[in-house]
């Protein structure tokens, strides 16, 4: 298995608090995402990197930042969360722009 | 900007029967094409890809899939299903030159006993 690791794996938290996801990998793969899944949506994607501090938008980025200072860690913020938000969230590495390796997840719950 | 519509939100078969998840993809440049599948509580794990040379595929678990260009189509099949295979199927495309991978909304495969 791809050594990828998200943490935390489950967090419940208020609305308007900040919350960090961290997603860690081992496998020195350039490229990194965010993704969110919901019901009838599908993997949406949020943030993707494809290198250190390089960082772009995904189809869903509105209320999220996120930041690579380490090629094995990248980090999703949720400046202010908001109910809409309450999702599962998985990142994924590649070392190439094509086949990538998921980590196991979060379960976040905004209330 | 690339898209992949899977056609079928949800597919119901009986076990041993043969069953095909169907994808259609919009590129405007030469892709990649994957097929992932999630079980419950978990991440996704790969199926199968296509990436260039013989359009016909074949994956782990038994599963294949047929690249077709002209109709941007690459439907996944499995000609015996278990009632293992009850997971999320999702499709995937990447284009040359594109950072990013983008889904279908998935395919639930429900197996019956």
């Known amino acids: 298995d791809a050594g990828i690791t998200q943490s935390p794996r489950h967090k419940v938290t208020e609305t308007g608090t900040p919350v960090t996801l961290r997603c860690h990998q081992t496998?020195?793969?350039?490229?990194m995402y965010w993704y969110r899944q919901d019901p009838g949506h599908g993997l949406r994607l949020i943030h993707y990197?494809?290198?250190?501090?390089?960082?772009d938008k995904g189809e869903v980025s509105d209320g999220y930042s996120v930041s690579r200072s380490k090629t094995e860690d990248f980090l999703l913020t949720l400046e202010s969360a908001t109910s809409s938000q309450t999702s599962v969230y998985f990142c994924?590495?590649?070392?190439?722009?094509?086949?990538?390796?998921f980590g196991q997840g979060t379960r976040l719950t905004v209330v | 900007a690339q898209s992949v519509t899977q056609l079928d939100s949800q597919v119901p078969v009986f076990e041993e029967a043969p069953v095909e998840l169907r994808c259609n993809y919009s590129?405007?440049?030469?892709?990649?094409l994957f097929w992932y599948v999630q079980y419950p509580n978990q991440g996704l794990q790969l199926l199968l890809k296509?990436?260039?040379?013989?359009?016909l595929v074949k994956g782990i678990n038994g599963f294949e899939a047929e690249f077709n260009k002209s109709q941007t189509s690459f439907h996944l099949r499995k000609p015996s299903v278990h009632i293992s295979d009850t997971a999320e199927y999702f499709c995937?495309?990447?284009?040359?030159?594109?950072?990013?991978?983008?889904f279908g909304k998935g395919t639930k495969l429900s197996v019956i006993p």
């Open positions: 994924a590495i590649s070392a190439w722009t094509g086949e990538a390796f």
């Open positions: 590129s405007s440049v030469s892709v990649y």
């Open positions: 990197s494809y290198g250190v501090k390089d960082t």
């Open positions: 296509y990436l260039s040379g013989s359009t």
């Open positions: 496998e020195n793969h350039r490229y």
């Open positions: 995937a495309v990447s284009g040359a030159g594109s950072y990013q991978l983008t």
